[in-house]
T-cell receptor
Framework: EAEVAQSPRYKITEKSQAVAFWCDPISGHATLYWYRQILGQGPELLVQFQDESVVDDSQLPKDRFSAERLKGVDSTLKIQPAELGDSAMYLC?????????????FGQGTRLTVV | AQTVTQSQPEMSVQEAETVTLSCTYDTSESNYYLFWYKQPPSRQMILVIRQEAYKQQNATENRFSVNFQKAAKSFSLKISDSQLGDTAMYFCAFMNNAGNMLTFGGGTRLMVKP
């Protein structure tokens, strides 16, 4: 069964360092989401791509976060510099198209700890 | 902007019993989509059930059903014959008609007790 792949699963970094997360969506899925989930809370949308274009990044802290999906397939989310408050689970999800009837499939996430 | 509120941080239910999780949302749109997602401990989020706002009939998926009250902007999830494997975080989510802005509530932690 096809899955959304994320790496690494766990990352520990020191504050002020740069960190990057990678996501490979299910093949053929045009829509890709990045979410941040603080422990015990619901996921918060950071950025949504439709193919290689950003559909919504209104909640992305652009002074330190960046996201790209250059070829409209896999995607990278970067934080530079990392802050203690960035410690969270970062989830990637994909769906077949930007249609509300399509299901979003989630990866297992990358758990980031900033020390 | 849409908001989704889940007022029950934690709930518990005995195995084989029925439990209802609450969700309310706020939107100015007339057409939209609502979802319940399940996140088991240390596992990825999976879709449980979805509801199109233009459909009056409540969605059902096996032991899972919803009570969708559009005027009240309420979308509750009923789990019948609860099983130990239903133990998880449950998230209510909203998506606009354009298929954007999949917005989640804060979640309800459900524990099914043997």
């Amino acid at each position: 069964e096809a899955e959304v792949a994320q790496s690494p699963r766990y990352k520990i970094t020191e504050k002020s360092q740069a960190v990057a997360f990678w996501c490979d969506p299910i093949s053929g899925h045009a829509t890709l989401y990045w979410y941040r989930q603080i422990l015990g809370q619901g996921p918060e949308l950071l950025v949504q791509f439709q193919d290689e274009s950003v559909v919504d990044d209104s909640q992305l802290p652009k002074d330190r976060f960046s996201a790209e999906r250059l070829k409209g397939v896999d995607s990278t989310l970067k934080i530079q510099p990392a802050e203690l408050g960035d410690s969270a689970m970062y989830l990637c999800a994909s769906s077949l198209a930007s249609g509300a009837s399509t299901e979003a499939f989630f990866g297992q996430g990358t758990r980031l700890t900033v020390v | 902007a849409q908001t989704v509120t889940q007022s029950q941080p934690e709930m518990s239910v005995q195995e084989a019993e029925t439990v209802t999780l609450s969700c309310t949302y706020d939107t100015s749109e007339s057409n939209y989509y609502l979802f319940w997602y399940k996140q088991p401990p240390s596992r990825q989020m999976i879709l449980v059930i979805r509801q199109e706002a233009y459909k009056q009939q409540n969605a059902t998926e096996n032991r899972f059903s919803v009570n969708f009250q559009k005027a009240a902007k309420s979308f509750s999830l009923k789990i019948s014959d609860s099983q130990l494997g239903d133990t998880a975080m449950y998230f209510c989510a909203f998506m606009n008609n354009a298929g954007n802005m999949l917005t989640f509530g804060g979640g309800t932690r459900l524990m099914v007790k043997p």
